[in-house]
């Protein structure tokens, strides 16, 4: 698993920036390096949230690699958008203690993670806000994060085609996050 660490040395190795560094101070201060990515479905865990973002990292560098025509970007750009389309999960979960049965049948508290939102403004368009306070981002940056849900976001479906077109970067992005989300961090009881 890849740990905050990991994410930190790779955030200051590949993301110069002007801003950058005060949107890691403002990442520090949120619970973005112990937060879980999702509540069941993949790295539903502590610190699932930095390890998904690393996850992601490395597929899209393999797209970009790998894929004849794929867009070609410069490593800071990569890095922005990989490590940082979830930054709208930072603040968004919390814990509750839930009841179950165990194997010998008694009934225990287990904790499990719930969606508890702070600041309701969408998802991939919420990390673009967020970043945008601390770093200015590239049109075609700012646009591959809005719309990595793709089509699974009532949000960005309508639209998702026609930025895929405009920003190939979009689908590329995309397709790495759900590489990350749904092979190498499904989890194998989540429906
Ligand atoms: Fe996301
Ligand atoms: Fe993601």
Redesign the pocket.
């Known amino acids: 698993m890849f740990t905050a660490k990991d994410f930190k040395t790779l955030y200051a190795q590949t993301i110069t920036r002007p801003g950058s560094e005060k949107l890691l101070q403002w990442l520090e201060s949120t619970d973005f390096f112990t937060a879980p990515a999702s509540t069941r479905f993949h790295s539903s865990c502590e610190g699932g949230l930095v390890h998904h973002s690393l996850s992601v990292y490395n597929r899209l560098n393999m797209l970009l690699d790998t894929v004849p025509g794929a867009p070609q970007l410069s490593p800071e750009s990569m890095a922005i958008c990989a490590l940082l389309?979830?930054v709208c999960k930072a603040n968004f979960y919390s814990v509750e203690m839930r009841n179950r049965k165990n194997e010998q049948g008694r009934w225990e508290k287990y904790p499990f993670y719930i969606v508890d939102e702070k600041f309701v403004y969408g998802?991939g368009d919420k990390s673009v806000f967020l970043i945008e306070r601390f770093m200015r981002l590239t049109v075609e940056e700012a646009v591959a994060i809005r719309f990595?849900?793709g089509p699974y976001d009532d949000s960005t479906r309508s639209a998702y085609a026609n930025a895929m077109e405009k920003y190939p970067l979009v689908f590329y992005l995309h397709s790495a996050?759900m590489m990350a989300s749904h092979w190498d961090e499904a989890e194998p009881d989540a429906e």
């Open positions: 389309h979830d998802h990595h849900m996050d």
